[in-house]
């Protein structure tokens, strides 16, 4: 529990200074330690759920979403994840997790995260970020913030995610 919240003081506070765009990928790296692995000796899937949690929340400070929800006066919360396991990732191998926006609608920001070695996918995730204050979209987020901002065009992964 310690090593959580100095992990999210950490995100939030030092890597806040490095600024992202918006629409751009964020990449962070990470290692498979002892303590990420299962009886299997390979991260088991509650570590993938706080890696790409960890990689959200670096995504939404970096790009300064964060305060900028604030000063429309809402809050947001992740409602849905789906994910899909590819293969595995082995003790003490490298990887990287990629986070990027990749489509909104009236309610919910979309999240597309990729967990990588090299050029080949290991997971993929989708996740839905919820606007809790009725009447405020993310759209009202975007331009409030100085993005000029129009429809965009969801992925068809995302349109079938909606689905359900």
């Not at 790009?63 to 000063?71: E, G, L, S, V």
């Not at 003790?91 to 909104?104: A, N």
């Not at 995730?125 to 965009?152: F, H, L, N, W």
Request: hydrophobic content about 40%; overall charge positive.
């Amino acid at each position: 529990m310690i090593l959580y919240i100095l992990n999210n003081l950490y995100i939030m506070l030092i890597r806040n200074w490095f600024k992202k765009d918006l629409f751009g990928t964020l990449e962070m790296s990470g290692i498979a330690l002892p303590w990420d692995l299962d009886y299997n000796l390979h991260i088991n899937n509650a570590r993938y759920l706080t890696i790409l949690e960890y990689s959200r929340l670096a995504f939404i400070c970096q790009t300064n979403i964060w305060n900028d929800m604030n000063k429309v006066g809402v809050s947001a919360a992740f409602g849905s994840i789906a994910v899909r396991y590819r293969r595995e990732i082995k003790p003490f191998q490298t990887y990287t997790v990629h986070t990027k926006i990749v489509g909104w609608d009236e309610r919910c920001f979309y999240f597309q995260q990729l967990i990588k070695r090299g050029n080949f996918v290991h997971t993929y995730s989708t996740s839905k970020c919820v606007i809790t204050k009725r009447g405020v979209t993310p759209y009202d987020v975007m331009t409030q913030a100085g993005y000029d901002v129009s429809e965009i065009n969801m992925p068809d992964a995302i349109s079938h995610y909606k689905e359900f």
